[in-house]
């Protein structure tokens, strides 16, 4: 995978610090405690995820209604483009589905992690409370 842009190692601190209540959702009633290990604002490459998970090569992105507009959409295509270009596949949920179906979108997260993972990796991973 390319190297991250060490300049977006401080942006990404204030971001883990001052998450949106979607993001905080997901990673406190779900990811922080998943059994395989995702990392919430992550840099890769140019970029910095909202979530990421390494074993199973996923990025995962909450959109606000900001990111359906010109030229921000443009730019989250080309960004999804570059990640997917390293080998990542790229998830992206609205915010209005993380409140409204929260529990569809932990199901979806899990279904492809469990896809990209051998059954052995997941057999193998911490147990968690709260995972699917």
């Not at 406190?28 to 390494?54: N, S």
């Not at 995962?60 to 730019?75: M, T, V």
């Not at 990542?88 to 899990?110: H, K, M, P, S, W």
Request: aromatic share 12%; net charge positive; proline share 3%.
């Amino acid at each position: 995978m390319k190297e991250y842009n060490k300049k977006n190692i401080s942006l990404a601190r204030a971001l883990r610090k001052n998450m949106t209540r979607w993001e905080k959702k997901l990673w406190y009633d779900f990811l922080r405690t998943y059994p395989v290990r995702f990392q919430r604002q992550k840099a890769i490459g140019e970029y910095i995820a909202d979530f990421y998970c390494a074993k199973a090569r996923l990025v995962i992105e909450l959109d606000g209604s900001g990111h359906y507009a010109y030229p921000q959409e443009n730019k989250d295509k080309i960004r999804a483009t570059e990640l997917e270009n390293m080998g990542l596949q790229v998830v992206r949920f609205t915010n209005l589905e993380v409140a409204n179906d929260f529990q569809g979108v932990c199901e979806y997260i899990d279904s492809i992690v469990k896809k990209s993972l051998p059954q052995s990796a997941l057999l193998t991973a911490p147990s968690s409370e709260g995972a699917l």
